[in-house]
């Protein structure tokens, strides 16, 4: 068997203990006779799957008891809309935008009311975290949403913006688990699992109680009140059931890996060793302001597209996969979630630095 290193941001890399231990279950789940993906899931057996996912997540973060966790669907982009609809009473909310997913959030908040851009980076093209220590908000704005990673250009917020007493809504989908959070600080958070927590189709949304409501936008379908699957546990009609298992088993990973301290420490080193080597290269340099990398999606370029298409091609082929930057933005990038193992980014830096000793190298980077 021949496991590729698989930097893609995402669906992304699992843990492999996780996909062996899903195989071994895949043709009866605990002398269910059934594999997880044929289980009703009204049965005891996968209440007891999601019960225990809810709980060690619980565990994992721990979640005050005023804040419920959601297993929901529609991706990372249907909580764009699902948030101001639940949330804009006064049809009025600000908005960070500081990538690609928080401009389409904001975008989306427009939709129902007047999404007021509060900060911004994209005057340089997303290469930083805008300051967001000292926000004017406006006194009857509903919340304040922004991206805690910033999954395609490579930068994170390693300090909370201050809301001013107004719920955080954090987009969390690629730093979900990655390190501790303070649950307690926001009112909303909530990410696709595709990045760092299980397969695609599971959106998890953890929300303090009291912003639970009935009394949502006009018009809010009954699948896009966060009440509706509050009130129903989260098997309001059938879930991602065998989604939630994966979910369910990755938290357990984690928990074997020392927790969310640990898997910090454990993405620190990883993240490091990548960025020292892109400071250190005469070939290749990271693509964004040092103060806010990301510890997930590590950007980075060499001098030239022709070049940087030729290291995708032969990391390839070593086994080293799905290197390519996003589309709009070019260059590379090394997705390095918590189940990238640190062998994996060591065998990255070895390939990056045999690549520059065979390129000649005639221009000095930007
Ligand atoms: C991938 C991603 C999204 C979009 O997620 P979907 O689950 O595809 O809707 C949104 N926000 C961030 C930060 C992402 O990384």
Redesign the pocket.
Known sequence: MARTYNFSA?PAVLPEAVLAEAAQEMLDYQGSGMSVMEMSHRSGMFEGIVAAAEADLRALLSIPENYRVLFLQG???QQFAMIPMNLMKSKKAAYIVSGE?SKKACEEGARFGEAVVVASSADRTFSYVPDCSDLSIPADADYLHF?E?N?IYGTRFSRLPEPGGRPLVA?M??CFLSAPHAVEKYGLMYG?A??NIGPAGV?IVIIREDLITSDCLPGTPTMLKYKTHADAASLYNTPPAYGIYICGKVFRWIMGMGGLSAMQAHNEKKAAILYDYLDESALFSGSVQEADRSLMNVCFRSTSPEVDARFIKEAKAAGLDNLKGYRTVGGMRASIYNAMPIAGVERLVEFMRDFEKGVPCTTTTA
């Open positions: 995402g991706g990372a982009s997913w991206c990673n999954t987009d989908s690629s696709g595709q990045k959106t």
